[in-house]
């Protein structure tokens, strides 16, 4: 098993930027694919950004040229810039380990105009 951890979500200005970062209660191997995803009230939840076992870095059209994901052992992050009040919403990670998907608690990010 894993536990995921997110921090770093808050309040922001439109045009700012937040990190949120998904702590790993163990090491992860770099073949194991793990995202970000978000669910805005009343929306389904919905992909951000995919790092796949290939390495691969796969965003939504949403994200894609404002949004970067990033990992190392012990994290992943997510960097957003240029947020708009559209970008609000709860963010969780997620990763499979050996055909199980895990998710973190969830963090909110809240864009205001």
């Known amino acids: 098993q894993v536990q995921l951890v997110e921090s770093g979500g808050g309040l922001v200005q439109a045009g700012g930027s937040l990190r949120p970062s998904c702590g790993f209660s163990?090491?992860?191997?770099?073949?194991?694919?793990m995202g970000w995803y978000r669910q805005a009230p009343g929306k389904q939840r919905e992909s951000v950004a995919i790092?796949?076992?290939?390495?691969t870095m796969n965003y939504a059209d949403s994200a894609k040229g404002r949004f970067t994901i990033s990992r190392d052992n012990a994290k992943m992050y997510l960097q957003m810039d240029s947020l708009k009040p559209e970008d609000t919403a709860v963010y969780y990670c997620s990763l499979v380990d050996r055909g199980r998907q895990y998710w973190g608690q969830g963090t909110q990010v809240t864009v205001s105009s």
């Open positions: 163990r090491t992860i191997s770099s073949l194991i694919a």
């Open positions: 790092i796949t076992s290939a390495g």
